[in-house]
């Protein structure tokens, strides 16, 4: 994060915790909003979010369905110190189930003609801002970047070289060993405060709201999942207002229905199906 940005979300932090809007209330603590809601969830800034009303970036909840999540399956395993071959066959299972599997697959509409004509990896959700089209030339180069800093070998930057280790066993045993080892120094020294937080959404219905993961610190979302946390902090990226949908990008460009988008939105609001995949 450079110098300026963090000058500003100092500011910002600071003005919430004058007016005393740092904290969730009661109420907000059990999933309703009040007439400050609002402001406590101002983009960009720090919240501290109890992991009951939490759904991992593939949608479903921290604290009754984090098995149906691979990752959250993973980080149960390592918790519980069995052996890597059995993780790994497990994390196997899913990656062949996926690899073959379109857009329109991996968020259960098969009948979606547009989604259908792209692979899984290339999904774009409902509200978010971005193209599939442009997903799809963009994402080999993001997973190159991202895997590259994680100890990922590739055998060049092409994207035919990179799509090619998206789901390859090297690539299953590296999500295994980073999952494991945040999984070993959070466990062992704790969370390092930083101004760096990962990014969550916000999804509001009516008088309730939820929170879901965004792009960066899923793996810590998890980890501390495992390890017992009630609250998870980080910085708020976006709210996703259902009353918002008809507006939302990729309804308004017809990737998506408004019908399609309000069921997937309803599915990340109680979170029990897994949308998205492993890559």
């Given at each position: 994060m450079n110098t300026l940005k963090k000058y500003i979300f100092y500011i910002i932090?600071?003005?919430?915790?004058?007016?005393?809007?740092?904290n969730l209330n009661k109420k907000e603590l059990q999933g309703f909003t009040t007439s400050s809601t609002r402001f406590r969830f101002l983009p960009n800034t720090i919240v501290r979010v109890p992991y009951s009303l939490g759904r991992t970036v593939r949608g479903v909840s921290f604290d009754e369905n984090i098995l149906l999540d691979p990752?959250?399956?993973?980080?149960?395993?390592?918790?519980?110190?069995?052996n890597n071959k059995i993780i790994f066959d497990d994390l196997l299972k899913v990656f062949n189930e996926q690899k073959n599997m379109s857009a329109a697959d991996i968020v259960h509409l098969s009948n979606?003609?547009?989604?259908?004509?792209?692979?899984?990896?290339?999904?774009v959700m409902p509200w978010e801002d971005l193209n599939i089209e442009d997903m799809f030339d963009s994402y080999p180069q993001l997973f190159?970047?991202?895997?590259?800093?994680?100890?990922?070998?590739?055998?060049?930057?092409?994207?035919?070289?990179?799509?090619?280790?998206?789901?390859?066993?090297?690539?299953?045993?590296?999500?295994?060993?980073?999952?494991?080892?945040?999984?070993?120094?959070?466990?062992?020294?704790?969370?390092?405060?930083?101004?760096?937080?990962?990014?969550?959404?916000i999804l509001l219905k009516n008088n309730e709201w939820r929170w879901f993961m965004g792009d960066g610190g899923n793996h810590r979302s998890f980890v501390l999942s495992c390890l017992g946390y009630d609250f998870f902090v980080a910085r708020v990226s976006s709210i996703i207002d259902i009353k918002d949908l008809n507006n939302w990008h990729n309804v308004k460009n017809g990737t998506y229905s408004v019908v399609e988008a309000h069921d997937i939105f309803e599915s990340y609001f109680q979170g029990a199906r897994v949308y998205r995949g492993m890559v």
């Open positions: 932090d600071s003005l919430k915790n004058l007016f005393l809007l740092s990752a959250g399956r993973i980080c149960s395993k390592i918790s519980q110190d069995i979606n003609k547009k989604l259908k004509n792209y692979p899984a990896w290339a999904i190159f970047k991202n895997r590259n800093t994680k100890g990922l070998i590739f055998n060049d930057d092409s994207n035919e070289s990179i799509i090619n280790i998206m789901y390859s066993n090297i690539f299953i045993q590296n999500r295994i060993d980073q999952m494991a080892d945040l999984y070993k120094s959070i466990k062992k020294h704790g969370i390092i405060k930083s101004q760096d937080l990962p990014k969550i959404k």
